[in-house]
Each structure stands twice: as structure tokens, then as C-alpha cells.
């Protein structure tokens, strides 16, 4: 059987091109939306593979992290419509325990929610010590829909004298300080932005038109949000810029081919679990008599 280590020099060559651990010469141009590596649509079942073995280690590394309920994780995945954050998410927890798993997507503000600071309905989700916690979309919303309609921020109920032309760098300045505190909490943060380029999402968007499993998942704002993709990218590009972090690592990950995207995503989550310190919490000569008394019990039933 393939051991551990093997199995993470395998898949770790899928990692680096795309993690951005500081943002300052980051440019979005750099990675392209249908990459695949050095794998081509032939070795597929290559992927297939590795994305099965890191989805067993996955289970197991979580297992062990829940057990131990020490460190956190938080994912947060952001895209464009039609990426395939759902599914990714799907395929690549598809092993992991429910139960040590917690997944949020954050839909337009409630009005509670509104007369909070924007960070509140976020920092409410947070995972607890031992989980993985999923933010299918986050707080960097904030800096991305409120940056291309800035009227967002107009419902935000702030004072005038807060919104200023440095409001999206402030936001940045304090998403990264919130990162470190978690960091230095002792919570894992990875951010993926699943990089699906223009053409590929009209493939996608004339999918959902053409199968009726599909129309669900279509909104008309969909399209008209095709027009500000300019906008988009550059707001994406300013987020990753100011908070890229070794802290927190954002993976810029080549979204045309869901194959692929999902075996990239698998690997970095699989490797920044296997660097924690993880391990079964170890039972001490007290824990340890009561367990020899149990067994006595027991071996007495009959």
C-alpha cells in the first residue's frame, strides 16, 4: 500500500503553482482558468486516483483532528457564478464525518444582520476546535460585490463619515488582521478562489438553460453580472494582493476543468492538515485503570 508521504509528494506538485502566500507582485493574468498542470485530459484517471487517496487521508487526518479538539480549520471558497463551489465542496468532503464538518453559504444580509457590523453573521459561524468549517462565499464579499456596486454599502447603515474612498483597503487591512488572531488562536485559514474564465461560464450558464436538472440553479442577474467581469477580476486581484498571507494562503485555482479543480483543492487542504502537529489524544494511568476496570467488567458478562 502507498504510504502517507508518498502520497503527499504526489500530490503536492498540484499546490504550489497556484498558492499565494504574499500577494504584492500577485497578478491574476498569471494563472490560467484551464490548467492543468503537467496532466492532460488523458491521465484523468491519474487525477481520479489521487483524488480518492487524498480524500481518504482527508477522512483520516479529520478524524484525528476532531478527536484531539485543539486546532480549527476554515475554508473559504469564493468564485465567480457557475465555478463550481458546490461541487467541489462535495467531492472533496465527501469522506469527512459530518460531524466534524460545518458548512454555511452566506446569501444576501438579513435585517438583523444588516444592523451588525459585516463581519457579525460571519464571525458567528466560525468552527469550533476539532472541525472544518466551509464559507461557501464569505466576508470577502465585502470587498468584492460591495467594491463593483458600491451601493451595497449604502444599505450597510453606517455613517457617511466611515464610507470613504479607503473603505475596500481598510476592509482588506482588517480581513487580514481577523486572520491573524485566528491564526494565532490556533485556526487553520486556507481561501480558494475557483478562477473559471468568461468562456467557460457561458458553457456552463447554457447548461443550466438546457437541462431541466439544471434551471434551478439559473438566475437571470447571472448574466447581467457578466458585464462587470472586468470589475470582478480586478477586485479579486486587490483581495488576494492585500491579504495573502503564509497565514492564510489563498489558492487561485484553475476552475475550467472540474477534475482538476477538485484534486488541487483536496491536495491543499490534505497538506496543511498533515503539517498540524495531529494526533489521538493520549490516555493517562488514571484514564487507564478505569479502562482495565471496564474490560474486567465485561470479560465478567456473560
Known sequence: MEKKNEILKRISRFIEPYKVTNGKSFKIADINPADT???????????????QKGTEFLSELQ????????????LMFQAMDAAGKDSTIKHVMSGVNPQGCQVYSFKRPSAEELDHDYMWRYSRCLPERGRIGIFNRSYYEEVLVARVHQNILKAQHMPDEVITKK???ERLEDMANFETYLSRNGFVVLKFFLHVSKKEQKKRFLARLDRPDKNWKFEPADVTERSHWTSYMRAYEAAIKGT???????FVVPADNKWFTRLVVSAAV???LAELDLRYPTVDSVKRSQLDEARVLLDKER
Open 167 to 169: 473603505i475596500f483597503d
Open 270 to 272: 490534505v497538506q496543511a
Open 244 to 250: 495573502a498571507s503564509k497565514n492564510a494562503p489563498w
Open 37 to 51: 498542470h503537467d496532466l492532460g485530459s488523458e491521465n484523468k484517471a491519474e487525477a481520479k486516483e489521487l483524488l
Open 63 to 74: 478524524d484525528i483532528l476532531y478527536a484531539q479538539d485543539r486546532w480549527g480549520v476554515l
